[in-house]
């Protein structure tokens, strides 16, 4: 439960974070050599490469046929390759921890050329597997809106540059293109993140486009620009955190032009431990230290974390849950303060740190939550203590920095 050898600090690079596009390249080059068979318009993928994308290929690595291998293979759109040839053989690596079958019947929606709405519980990855389909299906994952209270139809339609309207008046050069509109032209998806953050009015700007496949611009009426088709390719996925607060319904009329696909929480106690691991190390990394945490301690972790989320502890105890999302990615952001904590502040043992930042979780919505973590420790927690585990009976003895 002590921190590991310490690495010595890497360079650190110009950006600490890549878009998927980019961070993933080799395999999207690879991909688009190694399946060539059909592809919706505008594509870079096939839709199977792009489920192999996101899931992985299973632990198989994928060989080139030899007359591509010899040619160098094919592009993967824009982003996916930088004009290097890619690898003869490579194995792609799981990125989305989900059902195959979701992920599947995701891109058969985007196959279609119609919207697509990841809804579920904050934390769940919707926005990690808007940005790989994207990133897969058309090269980028960069056109993309941030929903907020404050999101404008700007954002779904178009703006102006004041300078040149007042300049020249209404004008193809004066438009500014929303990332909406700039995916309608170039044939791309376009991502919107926390769609039922934006005011009901404003969701609605997306129903006409959705449904046409077309925007117009009344200001440039009579000229060649004042109607924009979508080129074919052009599609829209959404998220949305329907549990949150701030959240406006979306209409009818919307939502009966999106097919809703609901991302759960990582069903698999080992598969969630091991995502936590994995991105909590990329964090510490990116913080310049190595990761010094023991598995044991971040299964205990992970372990309190689904207790509290579901409701019911692994033994089938009951457990009253909080009203704060117990969520994957908050687990992975305190196992990565556990990491940063062991490499920078080293003295003391890990899990004594696991009560202070749990109440920092739990305390950001109900105040009624911090009662209801004590119910826990003095339930799942001490009974695993009388059990016999050294680990939890470590934790049942810190109940007191719970209070």
């Given at each position: 439960?002590t921190m590991?050898e310490?690495?010595a600090?890497?360079?650190?690079p110009d950006?600490?974070?890549?878009?998927?596009e980019?961070?993933?390249?080799?395999?999207?080059?690879?991909?688009a050599a190694?399946?060539?068979?059909?592809?919706p318009?505008?594509?870079?993928?096939t839709?199977?490469?792009?489920?192999t994308f996101?899931?992985?290929?299973?632990?198989?690595t994928?060989?080139?046929?030899?007359?591509?291998?010899a040619?160098?293979?094919g592009g993967?759109?824009?982003?996916?390759g930088g004009?290097d040839?890619p690898?003869a053989?490579?194995?792609?690596?799981?990125?989305?921890v989900g059902e195959?079958?979701?992920?599947e019947?995701?891109?058969v929606?985007l196959?279609g050329e119609?919207?697509?709405l990841?809804?579920?519980?904050p934390?769940?990855?919707?926005?990690?597997?808007s940005e790989?389909?994207a990133?897969?299906v058309?090269g980028?994952?960069?056109?993309t809106?941030?929903?907020?209270a404050?999101?404008?139809?700007?954002a779904?339609?178009?703006?102006?540059?004041?300078?040149?309207?007042?300049?020249q008046?209404?004008?193809?050069q004066?438009?500014?293109?929303s990332?909406v509109?700039?995916?309608?032209?170039?044939?791309?998806v376009?991502?919107i993140?926390?769609i039922?953050?934006?005011?009901?009015?404003?969701?609605?700007?997306?129903v006409?486009i959705?449904?046409?496949?077309?925007?117009?611009?009344?200001e440039?009426a009579g000229?060649?620009?004042?109607l924009?088709?979508?080129t074919?390719?052009?599609?829209?996925?959404?998220?949305?955190?329907?549990?949150?607060?701030?959240?406006?319904?979306?209409?009818?009329?919307?939502?009966?032009r999106?097919?809703?696909?609901t991302v759960?929480?990582?069903?698999?106690?080992?598969a969630?431990?091991?995502?936590?691991?994995g991105?909590?190390?990329?964090?510490?990394?990116?913080a310049?230290?190595?990761?010094?945490?023991?598995?044991?301690?971040?299964d205990?972790?992970?372990?309190?974390?689904?207790?509290?989320?579901s409701?019911r502890?692994a033994?089938g105890?009951?457990?009253?849950?909080p009203?704060?999302?117990?969520?994957?990615?908050e687990a992975?952001?305190?196992?990565?303060?556990?990491?940063v904590a062991?490499?920078?502040?080293?003295g003391g043992d890990?899990l004594?740190?696991?009560p202070?930042h749990?109440?920092?979780?739990v305390?950001?919505?109900?105040?009624?939550?911090?009662?209801?973590?004590?119910?826990y420790?003095d339930g799942?927690?001490?009974r695993?203590?009388?059990?016999?585990?050294?680990m939890?009976?470590?934790?049942?003895?810190?109940r007191?920095?719970?209070?």
């Amino acid at each position: 439960m002590t921190m590991t050898e310490q690495a010595a600090p890497a360079a650190l690079p110009d950006r600490r974070t890549l878009p998927a596009e980019e961070q993933h390249a080799t395999e999207l080059a690879f991909l688009a050599a190694h399946d060539d068979g059909p592809r919706p318009p505008g594509w870079a993928l096939t839709p199977r490469a792009v489920v192999t994308f996101v899931c992985g290929s299973g632990g198989e690595t994928l060989e080139l046929p030899g007359s591509r291998r010899a040619k160098g293979g094919g592009g993967a759109g824009g982003g996916t390759g930088g004009g290097d040839a890619p690898p003869a053989r490579l194995a792609i690596a799981p990125k989305f921890v989900g059902e195959r079958s979701l992920v599947e019947r995701c891109v058969v929606t985007l196959a279609g050329e119609r919207g697509l709405l990841l809804v579920g519980e904050p934390g769940t990855a919707k926005s990690m597997l808007s940005e790989l389909l994207a990133a897969a299906v058309c090269g980028t994952s960069a056109l993309t809106v941030q929903g907020t209270a404050g999101t404008t139809e700007d954002a779904f339609r178009y703006g102006w540059n004041y300078a040149l309207l007042l300049a020249q008046g209404p004008s193809r050069q004066a438009l500014v293109d929303s990332p909406v509109l700039a995916a309608m032209r170039a044939g791309r998806v376009v991502r919107i993140e926390e769609i039922t953050r934006c005011l009901p009015e404003v969701q609605d700007a997306l129903v006409s486009i959705l449904s046409d496949r077309r925007l117009s611009v009344p200001e440039l009426a009579g000229t060649p620009d004042a109607l924009t088709a979508a080129t074919p390719g052009f599609t829209v996925i959404a998220t949305a955190n329907l549990r949150d607060r701030g959240v406006s319904e979306m209409s009818a009329a919307l939502k009966r032009r999106f097919n809703f696909e609901t991302v759960a929480p990582i069903a698999d106690p080992a598969a969630e431990a091991a995502l936590v691991r994995g991105q909590a190390t990329a964090v510490v990394g990116r913080a310049g230290a190595a990761f010094g945490v023991d598995d044991a301690v971040l299964d205990a972790l992970v372990t309190v974390f689904r207790d509290l989320r579901s409701g019911r502890s692994a033994e089938g105890w009951d457990v009253e849950r909080p009203g704060t999302v117990m969520s994957t990615a908050e687990a992975v952001q305190v196992a990565a303060s556990l990491g940063v904590a062991a490499a920078y502040l080293p003295g003391g043992d890990v899990l004594d740190l696991i009560p202070g930042h749990l109440l920092g979780v739990v305390r950001k919505d109900d105040p009624a939550d911090h009662a209801r973590l004590l119910g826990y420790w003095d339930g799942p927690v001490r009974r695993r203590a009388e059990d016999g585990s050294a680990m939890w009976r470590r934790l049942w003895d810190l109940r007191e920095n719970l209070r």
